[in-house]
């Protein structure tokens, strides 16, 4: 006799999902916590920023002391922006109805900085700054890139290489996001089966199988389709398509 549905559910299919969830709950967790370290960190870079231009509104400091605390300054700005972007992104807030393809770029590229340079990856942009903007909401737009670039980042794990994010117009007013990567590729038999749920090609606590196809079901939500192509040994391409906002 087959056992009744509770009791295979109480076996490896539950545990495994317990699992997953304490880890997300850990995730969850984590980022209340760094939400406050975040405003904690902006209180002693407001005062830097004002400190440095302070100084530099002085007349007879020396040139290399100028040059000194302009670079000062100018590295607590970016970092200060950085941290605005990280609390705005981790917020439960909907963000803006509009986004800017280029800006989520930047900024998705800035924030994985560390992890491309730890895996010895370089990190390209190739910006069409006369793009219009896309009728996304801003931190899903962020959230759909990160996906793309981190699973991307993954994939080049010890492998070095080169990642480049691309924005292009396209035909029907329609804006379009390239993740172009020099990995190992994905094999065809896996090709068609990654936007799959649960599907994974990545070694056991690397993933859940469950990124791309969130990534695909967050970007078909707002009326947009995401492609993949790949060559093992060459690379891989992922194209996002959005219409433009009206």
């Given amino acids: 006799m087959s056992q009744p549905p509770q009791k295979q559910f109480d076996g490896v299919i539950s545990n495994d999902l317990l699992k997953q969830?304490?880890?997300?709950?850990k995730m969850a967790e984590l980022g209340r916590i760094s939400?406050?370290?975040?405003?904690?960190v902006n209180a002693p870079l407001?005062?830097?920023?004002?400190?440095?231009?302070?100084?530099?509104?002085?007349?007879?400091?020396?040139d290399f002391v100028?040059?000194?605390?302009?670079?000062?300054?100018s590295e607590a700005q970016r970092l200060s922006q950085m941290t605005r972007g990280l609390l705005n992104f981790s917020s439960h807030d909907e963000g803006t109805h509009e986004a800017d393809v280029n800006l989520t770029a930047e900024f998705v590229l800035e924030f994985v900085g560390y992890e491309a340079a730890r895996r010895g990856v370089v990190l390209l942009r190739n910006l069409d700054h006369r793009l219009p903007a896309v009728g996304v909401e801003s931190n899903l737009l962020k959230q759909i890139l990160l996906n793309l670039v981190m699973n991307a980042?993954?994939?080049m794990e010890g492998d070095g290489g080169r990642l480049m994010v691309e924005t292009v117009a396209l035909a029907e007013n329609q804006v379009g996001i390239l993740v172009v990567d020099t990995g190992p590729g994905i094999p065809d038999d896996a090709l068609g089966?990654?936007?799959?749920?649960?599907y994974t090609t990545k070694k056991p606590g690397d993933g859940t199988g469950l990124g791309l196809f969130v990534t695909r079901t967050l970007v078909e939500s707002m009326?947009?389709?995401?492609?993949?192509s790949s060559t093992v040994g060459e690379?891989?391409?992922f194209a996002v398509r959005f219409p433009a906002a009206e």
């Fill in 235 to 237: 690379g891989t391409t």
């Fill in 35 to 40: 939400a406050g370290m975040v405003h904690e």
């Fill in 193 to 198: 089966k990654i936007f799959e749920p649960y």
């Fill in 46 to 62: 407001s005062v830097i920023i004002s400190a440095a231009q302070m100084i530099l509104r002085e007349d007879d400091i020396p």
């Fill in 223 to 228: 009326g947009g389709s995401i492609d993949v």
């Fill in 21 to 25: 969830l304490a880890y997300n709950e």
């Fill in 66 to 73: 100028r040059e000194m605390v302009g670079r000062i300054s």
């Fill in 153 to 155: 980042l993954q994939a």
